[in-house]
């Protein structure tokens, strides 16, 4: 049974970082793609960045380009996402996902294991 669990969320004051860390078991971590996706309020869930098996390529929502850093470390089968200059429109629910076998990491819509969620909070 696949089980993902997120920490590192909190508050920050705008232009602040978080560091959110996904914990993951039952599950061939090194072989497939990891994300990160949020629930923003009054929006639907979205892609933040993806990460292909071996780490060597991501995959940025453009909202977050230049300011979120996606890693992952298979020894320890641990996702990472680096947020750095949060805005309020960061603001929301944080969720690590795993991809099904053999997709295309950059379809948002090929990951069908999720964790709990972390809550990241941005004051203005």
């Known amino acids: 049974q696949v089980q993902l669990v997120e920490s590192g969320g909190g508050s920050v004051q705008a232009g602040g970082s978080l560091r959110l860390a996904c914990a993951v078991s039952g599950y061939f971590f090194s072989s497939y793609c990891m994300g990160w996706f949020r629930q923003t309020p009054g929006k639907e869930r979205e892609g933040v960045a993806v990460i292909w098996p071996t780490g060597t390529s991501t995959h940025y929502a453009d909202s977050v380009k230049g300011r979120f850093t996606i890693s992952r470390d298979n020894a320890k089968n641990t996702l990472f996402l680096q947020m750095n200059s949060l805005t309020p429109e960061d603001i929301g629910m944080y969720y690590c996902?795993?991809?099904?076998?053999?997709?295309?990491?950059?379809?948002?819509?090929?990951?069908?294991?999720w964790g709990q969620g972390t809550q990241v909070a941005v004051s203005s």
């Open positions: 996902a795993a991809s099904s076998q053999g997709v295309y990491c950059g379809e948002w819509d090929k990951y069908p294991y």
